[in-house]
């Protein structure tokens, strides 16, 4: 089971940007797809971003869609989040997440790893 270890939050003040990073340690089966998903206090888990290997295939929230960008580097077996025009909504903890299917990772459903979240705040 790949173990996910994310870095990059902090705190930024609206219209400000942010990038994550997620670094996995694993078989490269169980990371074929890696995501980024938000949760803010007293919600649940949200998806937030997604992409293959090779980022042949990738996938975004319609909230977040030309303000966020998903990237990887598979060579170091990392997926990035470029989070520009940052808006107080979007804080919350960001998870890291790997999985093997696209449609199941986005739900949330088939999650093969998690990582421990990394606090991202962002003040109006």
């Known amino acids: 089971q790949a173990q996910l270890v994310e870095s990059g939050g902090g705190v930024v003040q609206a219209g400000g940007s942010l990038n994550l990073s997620c670094v996995a340690s694993?078989?490269?089966?169980?990371?074929?797809?890696m995501g980024w998903f938000s949760q803010a206090p007293g919600k649940e888990r949200e998806f937030v971003a997604a992409t293959s290997r090779g980022e042949q295939i990738t996938s975004y929230a319609d909230s977040v869609k030309g303000r966020f960008t998903i990237s990887r580097n598979d060579a170091k077996n990392t997926v990035y989040l470029q989070m520009n025009g940052l808006k107080p909504e979007d804080t919350g903890v960001y998870y890291c997440a790997a999985g093997a299917d696209l449609s199941t990772l986005r739900a949330g459903t088939h999650v093969y790893s998690w990582g421990q979240g990394t606090q991202v705040t962002v003040s109006s």
């Open positions: 694993s078989r490269p089966t169980t990371t074929y797809f």
